[in-house]
Structures are given as C-alpha cells and as structure tokens.
C-alpha cells in the first residue's frame, strides 16, 4: 500500500538559516509527488508538485525540492528561511492509476522560526 | 479570482444535532473532496465527487453524507451518528480525479461540540 512519511512532527530554524523538511514514499512505480503548505486556520497551498523529468524541482516562494528514486524521498529545501515560512508543510503522493486514484497526505511538519 | 469557498469558518453542534458545512468552488473543477484534519493525522478523505450526482465514500465516510447537485457545490453534512465530529474540515477540488491533479483548498471550517 502507499504511505507518505514525513519523520520529522516539528522543525525549528533561525530566519535566514537553510530548511530541508523530509518526505519519504511507498509506492512501486514513479508516483506525483506534491508538496503544500498550510498556515493556521487556513487551507493548504501547492508550493510544488513533481511528476517527471528534471529531478529537481523549483516551486513557489522559494522552495525546491528533490526527487530521489534510490532514496524513496522527495525533500524540501529552502536556502534562506523568512519568518512568514512559519507554518505546516505536508508532503502527498498521487496514485497514477485510473481506477484506484488516491492522494495521500503525510502528517505534516511544523515549522518554527526564530528570530 | 476563482476559488474554493468554505461557511462557515466556525460551527458548533449541540449534541443529537446535524450540522451542514458549505463548500463552492468557481474554478469549473469536476472532482470535489471533503477531509477531516485533526492535530497529528494529517488529512484523512471523508467523501469524494468526481461528477455531479455522484459520490464516493472515502476512508473515514461514517456519521458524514454529502449531496452533488451541482458542479459549483459539495456541502457535508455531519450527522449525530459522528460521536467525535470535533476537528478542522477541509474541502477541495480538483480540475479532475486523477493522480496527477494538484488540489485546491478552502480555508476549512474548524466543528467543535457545545
């Protein structure tokens, strides 16, 4: 079955300091991989999604992310954190098939930033 | 702008009380979810539509119906049979049910109990 993993439940980082929030897979064949973000009280919003091609990929507001077939992960960087990056970012995989289409969310990382 | 717009933002259910939460989109999507998200769960699918007048149970369906009547909406009704309806609802929607589809969100309506 698919499962998206993100091991990390809360991230602390100084602003202006490098993020890489962590993203690991089940899934047998090249799956859509997405990344969304979600500030409180609100919904979420694609910072990125990856489907094929160019295993790095460049999303909204700054961030990239990186797909790693060996690894089974897809992480999210950003070199320089903001305050405003503060929030829950959740990573999603997205069946390929017609016919059991799924998206399935992680839990979620939490991330703080200090000044 | 078009956009997914969710009512109300908070809600409060009295027990043995059937609550509707509102979801419109704009965007002409055809594929429209409901998610209940509670702290440390991530997003769990209560309910899907892939077309007007159809619907699906997704994995946490009981205690919740849903109507499609229109492309625009996909109101959830949270009945009394949910004994811990408690949580943060999501709704979203989608150009179409497909994998590679991004979704896009309301900003939620957050249910608790009196």
């Known amino acids: 079955a698919q499962s ?3 091991p990390d439940i809360h991230i602390t980082v100084s602003e202006g300091a490098s993020l890489e929030l962590r993203c690991n897979y089940s899934y047998g064949a ?3 991989l997405f990344w969304y973000v979600q500030s409180p009280g609100q919904g979420l919003q694609l910072l990125l999604k990856y489907f094929s091609g160019d295993t790095l990929v460049q999303g909204i507001k700054g961030f ?3 797909f790693k077939r ?7 960087r950003k070199p320089s954190v903001h305050w405003s990056d503060a929030a829950e970012y959740f990573c999603a995989v997205g069946d390929k098939g017609t016919g059991g289409f799924k998206t399935i969310f992680g839990a979620g990382t939490r991330l703080f930033v200090k000044a | 702008d078009g956009g997914i717009t969710q009512s109300p933002k908070y809600l409060f259910r009295k ?3 059937n609550v509707t939460l509102s979801c419109e989109q704009n965007l002409n999507h055809d594929a429209m979810y409901w998610y209940r998200q509670d702290p440390g769960q991530g997003l769990r699918l209560i309910y899907y539509s892939q077309i007007v007048n159809d619907f699906q149970k997704g994995d946490i369906a009981e205690g919740y119906s849903v109507s499609r009547e229109k492309k625009e ?3 959830l009704t949270v009945t009394s049979a949910q004994k811990n309806p408690t ?9 179409r049910r ?3 589809q991004p979704q896009h969100f309301g900003d939620g309506t957050r249910l608790s109990i009196l």
């Open chain 2, 87 to 95: 949580a943060f609802y999501l709704c979203a929607s989608s150009m």
């Open chain 1, 70 to 76: 060996s690894q089974s992960s897809f992480n999210l």
């Open chain 2, 73 to 75: 909406s996909f109101p």
């Open chain 1, 30 to 32: 090249t799956p859509y």
């Open chain 1, 64 to 66: 990239e992310a990186e």
């Open chain 2, 98 to 100: 497909s994998g590679d």
């Open chain 2, 15 to 17: 027990e043995g009380q």
């Open chain 1, 4 to 6: 998206v993993t993100q």
